[in-house]
Antibody, heavy 124, light 112 residues
Framework: EEQLLESGGDLIKPGGSLRLSCAAS????????MTWVRQAPGKGLEWVST????????YYADSVKGRFTMSRDNSKNTVYLQMHSLRGDDTAVYYC??????????????????WGHGTTVIVS | DVVLTQSPLSLPVTPGEPASMSCRSN???????????VDWYLQKPGQSPQLLIY???NRASGVPDRFSGSGSGTDFTLKISRVEAEDVGVYYC?????????FGQGTKVEIK
């Protein structure tokens, strides 16, 4: 079964740092881009960052650019979100999701079809 | 950035009846491939979002065929042919044509 399991959420003071992890299982991890999406309390969904399968391309929302760094370790089937200079408006549930599939030189998009249960970050 | 506007924001529904919601974009989401780069997600209460429709009209694996997506360019619609009680939650459209990806504000579906 394809699964994603986030961890690392915590209560952290403003200005602090935190690293989130998302461990994947049940699929060929390195062939998929991965994405972080967050949801502030009582609010909608916000795209945060996407990383390509081999990690060569990374994209960020303006709200986190320069403060957050997304990375992956394909030997561990895990993606990370390193967060620095945390602010109150970073308080949210952070979800990771499976994204674009790359097969050979072709890209296939079937939606963000696998999501984790989320991990909670509270900046206060 | 692409702005997605969903309507209505709240949708009371009757089980067994159809339901429809809209997602409008301030820019065309039609890719040169001919696909519209918009997805639909449902977030049931207390759960993670789940994919319903990708690239405008493609139903995701395991999604009941009562859900359908349509539209092109800037106007998109998600329809539920016969609402069931388990369909309650917030429905989000999301564009994947451009970075940053953006979501609509959501349509909350509740049983009347």
């Amino acid at each position: 079964e394809e699964q994603l399991l986030e961890s690392g959420g915590d209560l952290i003071k403003p200005g602090g740092s935190l690293r989130l992890s998302c461990a994947a299982s049940g699929f060929t991890f390195s062939t998929y881009a991965m994405t972080w999406v967050r949801q502030a309390p009582g609010k909608g969904l916000e795209w945060v960052s996407t990383i390509s399968g081999l990690g060569g391309h990374i994209y960020y929302a303006d709200s986190v650019k320069g403060r957050f760094t997304m990375s992956r370790d394909n030997s561990k089937n895990t993606v990370y979100l390193q967060m620095h200079s945390l602010r109150g408006d970073d308080t949210a549930v952070y979800y990771c999701a499976r994204d674009v599939l790359k097969e050979g030189t072709s890209y296939h998009y079937y939606g963000m079809d696998v999501w984790g249960h989320g991990t909670t970050v509270i900046v206060s | 950035d692409v702005v997605l506007t969903q309507s209505p924001l709240s949708l009371p529904v009757t089980p067994g009846e159809p339901a429809s919601m809209s997602c409008r974009s301030n820019q065309s989401l039609l890719h040169r491939s001919g696909s519209n780069y918009v997805d639909w997600y449902l977030q049931k209460p207390g759960q993670s979002p789940q994919l319903l429709i990708y690239l405008g009209s493609n139903r995701a694996s395991g999604v009941p065929d009562r859900f359908s997506g349509s539209g092109s360019g800037t106007d998109f619609t998600l329809k539920i042919s016969r609402v069931e009680a388990e369909d309650v939650g917030v429905y989000y459209c999301m564009q994947v044509l451009q970075t940053p990806r953006t979501f609509g504000q959501g349509t909350k579906v509740e049983i009347k």
